[in-house]
């Protein structure tokens, strides 16, 4: 099975504005509106940021958003700080044969 | 407050066999679904298994169905990966997840066990 394609990387100084993408395919990011974004700094569980494209869950920061474009999902980290820098992984609903979830590859985020 | 923890990870060779628990707790847990995803070193997640509250719907990756089987007991709060015919490729640190009141989003995780395969 294919991850949903991220980059591998990113950056930004404090106070500017990231995003990191999340492509995959009509079967998965385009055809349904159940993307997932975690976070996970080193050695820690992934925390979730944002479901069904673009909802924060209770205790999120709003400097986290999320959005969707045809295949194409994206979140977006406002005015940066040192705290964000970690991997961040998007993940979705798939049709695709038995599988139920696919995850992104994932991004590192470092905050210069 | 919700908790999660994973256990049973370990040493094994390949070809062995492992089970993994992961005990729940402050939620009702018999009203969510579960998953197990894992994470190969310095690698990203990756889905595993994922079973209904009431276990009537249960998932699993290709690369490990017909290997692992999850199951849960729910009177005694706990979520279960039966791992067979292990190989190299399945080394990685287990997560289980609650699966929150909105689909498929993974709202708590435990802290993860490590299962290494290798002889």
């Known amino acids: 099975q294919s991850a949903l394609t991220q980059p591998a990387s990113v950056s930004g100084s404090p106070g500017q504005s990231i995003t990191i993408s999340c492509t995959g395919t009509?079967?998965?990011?385009?055809?349904?509106?159940?993307v997932s974004w975690y976070q996970q700094h080193p050695g820690k569980a992934p925390k979730l940021m944002i479901y069904?494209?673009?909802n924060r869950p209770s205790g999120v920061s709003n400097r986290f958003s999320g959005s969707k474009s045809g295949n194409t999902a994206s979140l977006t980290i406002s005015g940066l700080q040192a705290e964000d820098e970690a991997d961040y992984y998007c993940s979705s609903y798939t049709s695709s044969s038995t599988l139920r979830t696919v995850f992104g590859g994932g991004t590192k985020l470092t905050v210069l | 407050e919700v908790q999660l923890v994973e256990s049973g990870g370990g040493l094994v060779k390949p070809g062995g066999s492992l089970r993994l628990s992961c005990a729940a707790s402050g939620f009702t847990f018999s009203s969510y679904s579960m998953n197990w995803v894992r994470q190969a070193p310095g690698k990203g997640l990756e889905w595993v298994s994922s079973i209904s509250s009431s276990s009537s719907y249960i998932y699993y990756a290709d690369s490990v169905k017909g290997r692992f089987t999850i199951s849960r007991d729910n009177a005694k709060n706990s979520l279960y990966l039966q791992m067979n015919s292990l190989r190299a490729e399945d080394t990685a640190v287990y997560y289980c997840?609650?699966?929150?009141?909105?689909?498929?989003?993974?709202?708590?995780w435990g802290q993860g066990t490590l299962v290494t395969v290798s002889s």
């Open positions: 997840a609650r699966e929150g009141q909105q689909w498929l989003a993974l709202d708590y």
């Open positions: 009509s079967s998965d990011v385009g055809g349904y509106n159940y």
């Open positions: 069904e494209v673009s």
